[in-house]
């Protein structure tokens, strides 16, 4: 697998500031830099074990769409260890700009890819990839922001959903399409990934057995450059290193 830095998202002019708290899992309240307390929309479902500590510096994103309720989004928070990204849409523009841009040899050669694309009656997969005379491939994105000891792990918190896209991924994979399960460490202080059995056993197993039915595997952490003090809109995230998985 490539291990070399591949280039990256820019990023939009983000607002410094500190956590307060966050709340109803969609609300966090953040003092800025002015003394201003807002209350910014928070874009994880997970519970962001370890990387959503009261007191540490975050970083949001301003909008100015009048359909939002809350102009504010908490994009980022520095943890002792490591910048980590909160909000778990930039991870699928992520890999889809690599994928696009052939910045990722594996996926090198596919000619077309799609978002969202639906499987089945209840699923979506966050893309598709396709070139003429292959089989599709399917690729399932899981932002991963718990780290331990240098371990990523995913999930954060128990998830039958999670369990499912590996279910279907499986069910793709005996009709012989390509099946990837993508684990993206939206952080930069891991070795290794592994599934986090402590949390949802479930999960562990039901990865463990996508892989031995032909479900790939990849895991990548990132880069992330935050140049908040001069404004100039140079923030960029980036994929960094394949992380070795151990199952």
Not at 12 to 33: C, H, M, S, T
Not at 223 to 241: K, T
Request: glycine residues 6%.
């Amino acid at each position: 697998m490539d291990n070399t830095r591949i280039d990256g998202l820019a990023l939009p002019e983000l607002i410094p500031g500190r956590l307060i708290k966050r709340y109803k899992r969609f609300l966090a309240d953040v003092q800025l830099e002015t003394g201003e307390v807002v209350t910014a929309h928070c874009p994880n479902t997970g519970a962001m074990t370890a990387c959503s500590a009261p007191g540490q510096p975050v970083y949001l994103s301003c909008h100015d769409n009048p359909k939002r309720k809350l102009i504010y989004t908490w994009e980022f928070i520095q943890m002792p260890t490591s910048i980590v990204g909160v909000n778990t849409i930039l991870p699928n523009k992520l890999v889809r700009h690599a994928v696009e841009n052939g910045r990722l040899a594996t996926f090198a050669g596919y000619d077309d890819i799609r978002s969202e694309v639906k499987v089945g009656e209840h699923h979506r997969l966050d893309l598709m990839v396709t070139e003429t005379g292959k089989p599709p491939c399917y690729i399932e994105i899981k932002n991963c922001s718990l780290v331990m000891e240098k371990i990523a792990c995913f999930p954060d918190a128990v998830t039958a959903r999670g369990r499912s896209h590996l279910i279907v991924l499986q069910q793709l994979a005996a009709k012989g399409h390509r099946a990837v399960i993508f684990f993206l460490v939206n952080r930069m202080d891991a070795d290794l990934f592994k599934p986090a059995d402590h949390i949802d056993p479930a999960y562990g197993v039901e990865l463990r057995k996508a892989v031995k039915n032909g479900v790939e595997i990849m895991c990548f952490d990132v880069s992330i450059a935050l140049n908040h003090e001069r404004r100039n809109g140079s923030n960029s995230i980036s994929l960094r290193h394949a992380l070795p998985c151990e199952l």
